[in-house]
C-alpha cells in the first residue's frame, strides 16, 4: 500500500536559518503530493502541493518539488522565522486509492529567536 | 466563506458516557473524514464517507461511530467503549472527483475524559 516517510523530529533552528524536511513515498501509480502545517491547537493547512513529476509547489516561502526517480518531496525554505514554528506533514493521494490522503508521521519545527 | 467547523473546540466527558462531536462543511464537497491526534504523534484515520448516506471504517473505527445523513455533515460519536478517548480529533473533507486538491481541515475538537 501506499506509504510516506518523513524525517522525526523536532528538528531545531535559529531565525534566518535554512531548512529542509526530509519527504519520501511509496505509491502503486502517480500520486498527487502535499506538504501540511499545523501550529499549536490548530487544525492542518495546506501548505503547498505538486501534481505530477518535476513539479514545484510553493508558498510563504516554502518549495518542495516532486522527484518521480527518487520518490521524494523535501520540503525547503532558505530563512526561516519564529512563526514558522510549527508541525509539518507530508502527505500524497492517489486516484486509485479514492483519493484518500496518506500522511507521514509530521516533524515538528521549532524556531528560536 | 466556506470552510469546515468544528464544535466544540473543547469538551470534557466522564467515563461512560457517549458524547458527539460536530463537523459541518459548506464546500460542496463530496467527501468527508474523521482523524484522531495523539500528542506528538501523526493522523490516524477512523471514519470516512465518499457520499452521503455511506461512510467506511478507516484504521481505527473500534468505539466510535458516524452518520452521514446530509451532504454537509459529518458527526462522530464516541462510545463508552472507545477505552482511551482523550485526544485531538480532525475533521476533513474534499472534492472527490480530483485527489489532486487535497483535503480542507477543521480547526479540531480536543476530547479530555475526565
Known amino acids: 500500500g501506499d506509504s510516506v516517510t518523513q524525517m522525526e523530529g523536532p528538528v531545531t533552528l535559529s531565525e534566518e536559518a535554512f531548512l529542509t524536511i526530509n519527504c519520501t513515498y511509496t505509491?502503486?501509480?502517480?500520486?498527487?503530493l502535499f506538504w501540511y502545517v499545523q501550529y499549536p491547537g490548530e487544525g492542518l493547512q495546506l501548505l503547498l502541493k505538486a501534481t505530477k513529476a518535476d513539479d514545484k509547489g510553493s508558498n510563504k516561502g516554502f518549495e518542495a518539488t516532486y522527484r518521480k526517480e527518487t520518490t521524494s518531496f523535501h520540503l525547503e525554505k532558505g530563512s526561516v522565522q519564529v512563526s514558522d514554528s510549527a508541525v509539518y506533514f507530508c502527505?500524497?493521494?492517489?486516484?486509485?486509492?479514492?483519493?484518500?490522503?496518506?500522511f507521514g508521521g509530521g516533524t515538528r519545527v521549532l524556531v528560536k529567536p | 466563506d466556506g470552510g469546515i467547523t468544528q464544535s466544540p473546540k473543547y469538551l470534557f466527558r466522564k467515563e461512560g458516557q457517549n458524547v458527539t462531536l460536530s463537523c459541518e462543511q459548506n464546500?460542496?464537497?463530496?467527501?468527508m473524514y474523521w482523524y484522531r491526534q495523539d500528542p506528538g504523534q501523526g493522523l490516524r484515520l477512523i471514519y470516512y464517507?465518499?457520499?452521503?448516506?455511506?461512510?467506511q471504517k478507516g484504521d481505527i473505527a473500534e468505539g466510535y461511530s458516524v452518520s452521514r445523513e446530509k451532504k454537509e455533515s459529518f458527526p462522530l460519536t464516541v462510545t463508552s467503549a472507545q477505552k482511551n478517548p482523550t485526544a485531538f480529533y480532525l475533521c476533513?473533507?474534499?472534492?472527490?472527483?480530483?485527489?489532486?486538491?487535497?483535503?480542507?481541515f477543521g480547526s479540531g475538537t480536543r476530547l479530555t475524559v475526565v
Open positions: 476533513a473533507s474534499s472534492s472527490q472527483g480530483d485527489g489532486a486538491y487535497g483535503y480542507t
Open positions: 464546500l460542496n464537497h463530496d467527501a
Open positions: 505509491a502503486t501509480g502517480y500520486p498527487s
Open positions: 502527505a500524497l493521494s492517489e486516484k486509485a486509492a479514492g483519493n484518500k490522503l496518506t
Open positions: 464517507s465518499q457520499i452521503v448516506n455511506d461512510f
